[in-house]
T-cell receptor, first 116, second 113 residues
Framework: DTEVTQTPKHLVMGMTNKKSLKCEQH?????MYWYKQKAKKPPELMFV???????INESVPSRFSPECPNSSLLNLHLHALQPEDSALYLC???????????????FGEGSWLTVV | GNSVTQMEGPVTLSEEAFLTINCTYT??????LFWYVQYPGEGLQLLLK?????DKGSNKGFEATYRKETTSFHLEKGSVQVSDSAVYFC????????????FGAGTRLFVKA
């Protein structure tokens, strides 16, 4: 069972809606991530928070807005999305940024987003 | 830059067949190597990892050996089950810190009863 929990599991939203995806981890990890995954493709990194500060933004459009209220929680606020934004959104966490032993990331089950 | 190349799928096997999924990488220094598995409708799960040359990662009957001389990390299982049907991603991270994981394209495995 994954220790990274995401809600909701499925979300359908219109192009003018505002919605949020939520993620929680209780592993004491200090880095949290949002990935986007399209069908039959590997996950693509969107954002990384390290110690509750935004560390990486992979040039993601501003209609996606991340938020890290505390070290256990990560949100992704969605506004004015396009149909091509429909995808599986994966939250993940890791102990920190890794080092000689690499950086093992732990994924949640994902939120399936459909934009209509 | 760093990259990971996996064999293209899909791979279709009968139950109890031997599985090999090839993975090669390009990286500076000594990366850590991972296999993640994604079952239908789910997120990715760590399957196994190796952090230095000649290390063997193993889990659930799967294993992979970090071969620096051939820059490879091939995934093997001696006898697959229908429940192993999934997409398998080879991945690497650097060993000097940093948050980016480089994923291969993924290999879909179908196991027939």
């Amino acid at each position: 069972d994954t220790e990274v929990t995401q809600t909701p599991k499925h979300l359908v939203m219109g192009m003018t809606n505002k919605k949020s995806l939520k993620c929680e981890q209780h592993m004491g990890h200090r880095a949290m991530y949002w990935y986007k995954q399209k069908a039959k493709k590997p996950p693509e990194l969107m954002f990384v928070y390290s110690y509750e500060k935004l560390s990486i933004n992979e040039s993601v459009p501003s209609r996606f807005s991340p938020e890290c209220p505390n070290s256990s929680l990560l949100n992704l606020h969605l506004h004015a999305l396009q149909p091509e934004d429909s995808a599986l959104y994966l939250c993940a966490s890791s102990q920190d940024g890794g080092g000689p032993l690499g950086n093992t990331i732990y994924f949640g089950e994902g939120s399936w987003l459909t934009v209509v | 830059g760093n990259s990971v190349t996996q064999m293209e799928g899909p791979v279709t096997l009968s139950e109890e067949a031997f599985l090999t999924i090839n993975c090669t990488y390009t990286a500076t220094g000594y990366p850590s190597l991972f296999w993640y598995v994604q079952y239908p409708g789910e997120g990715l799960q760590l399957l196994l990892k190796a952090t230095k040359a000649d290390d063997k990662g193993s889990n659930k009957g799967f294993e992979a050996t970090y071969r620096k001389e051939t820059t490879s990390f091939h995934l093997e299982k001696g006898s697959v089950q229908v429940s192993d049907s999934a997409v398998y991603f080879c991945a690497l991270t650097g060993n000097t810190g940093g948050f980016k994981t480089i994923f291969g394209a993924g290999t879909r495995l179908f196991v027939k009863a």
